[in-house]
């Protein structure tokens, strides 16, 4: 045990010097890194459709997979959900409150799942969300269906963070811990003020269509600000993402089985360079997945020594496994690790 989490501690925070998720392979000094603009849109639109499909928003789905870059194997050690024998699970959350009867009782509560591991020999692990969602539910909404996903036409969910944001937190088993914080109040945290549309405080908001959302709708991403943090047993911290994501998609299908289109900026707001990710049949189709298992997602850089140049990243089967082709051509494999 104590090798493991030496060589946890040892990869995260070469993480840190990253200042990034993603591949990393072939970014330049100052440049954004190689599959961050891709995972951090995809992570964004994962999180509002595995809200609006009734899933536990946050939760990663099936683990236990092979990591492929340093940076994954220390999520891996850090990530409590993964195979463990002779360990006690315990969660909490999932939850709606007050008890949904339409949008009379507006505004809504939603607290996420939060899990824990305990091991036979004592050592724990978790993955717990710091606070809750708020939900506000439109007048065309009815009183049955409390996730939108078999809502009727025209039924639009506003999700929103309180003025913190919402922050889920991985911690390993010898303290080491990795947060993601998702705060919808991204007016002014991009920064690039003359990117359009300008990001704003109202929140991600899911519109269901003129067949209800059974058949399809929209989902806008009006302002969200996204920062990570990796943080040391003994406290030593440092930021690996800064983010701020618009951007607007069209939704095909119901749940299990959703298709979607459309486009998502994202600032990057360490490195100030900006990209946009175009998802072209982007397809949800494992309801016990919240990443995408088919179709692919552009990303383009917008400025910087290498505007214009784009990535590619593919999706696969296998929850949340998916391959990278990266600004320079190669081929690397992508594991996913947050719907936020």
Not at 43 to 52: C, F, I, K, R
């Amino acid at each position: 045990m104590q090798r493991r989490d030496r060589f946890c501690s040892a990869l995260i925070f070469a993480a840190c010097m990253q200042a990034g998720c993603g591949a990393n392979h072939e970014a330049g000094a100052g440049d954004v890194v190689d599959g961050q603009g891709s995972e951090v849109a995809v992570s964004v639109v994962s999180g509002a459709l595995n809200n609006t499909g009734g899933s536990a928003l946050g939760w990663n789905g099936p683990r236990g997979r092979a990591r492929r870059s340093s940076f994954a194997r220390a999520l891996e050690l850090l990530n409590p959900v993964g195979m463990a024998w002779a360990a006690t699970w315990t969660c909490t959350g999932g939850s709606l409150s007050p008890a949904f009867a339409g949008p009379a009782r507006n505004p809504y509560t939603y607290t996420p799942v939060s899990c824990s591991v305990t091991w036979k020999n004592g050592r724990t692990a978790s993955a717990i969300w710091d606070g809750s969602f708020t939900l506000v539910y439109g007048r065309s909404c009815d009183a049955l269906h409390p996730f939108i996903g078999h809502q009727a036409a025209d039924c639009s969910l506003v999700r929103t963070t309180g003025a913190a944001g919402n922050t889920r937190t991985l911690t390993g088993p010898n303290g080491d811990s990795y947060s993601i914080t998702h705060d919808t109040n991204g007016a002014d945290t991009g920064y690039d003020a003359t990117v359009a549309p300008a990001p704003s405080d109202d929140g991600v908001i899911a519109t269901c269509g003129a067949g209800g959302c059974d058949t399809g709708g929209t989902l806008v991403i009006n302002g969200s600000h996204l920062t990570g943090t990796v943080t040391s047993a003994a406290g030593r911290s440092a930021i690996l993402w800064d983010h701020t994501v618009t951007g607007s998609v069209d939704v095909a299908g119901p749940p299990g089985g959703r298709v979607v289109n459309g486009t998502v900026t994202v600032q990057h707001n360490i490195a100030q360079r900006t990209s946009s990710t175009a998802f072209a049949g982007v397809t949800y189709g494992d309801g016990s997945c919240c990443f995408p298992t088919a179709g692919s997602v552009t990303t383009t850089k917008l400025n910087g020594p290498r505007a214009g140049k784009s990535e590619t990243l593919s999706f696969g089967s296998a929850c949340g496994e998916a391959t990278l082709t990266t600004f320079g051509g190669s081929s690397v494999a992508l594991t996913l690790e947050h719907c936020i």
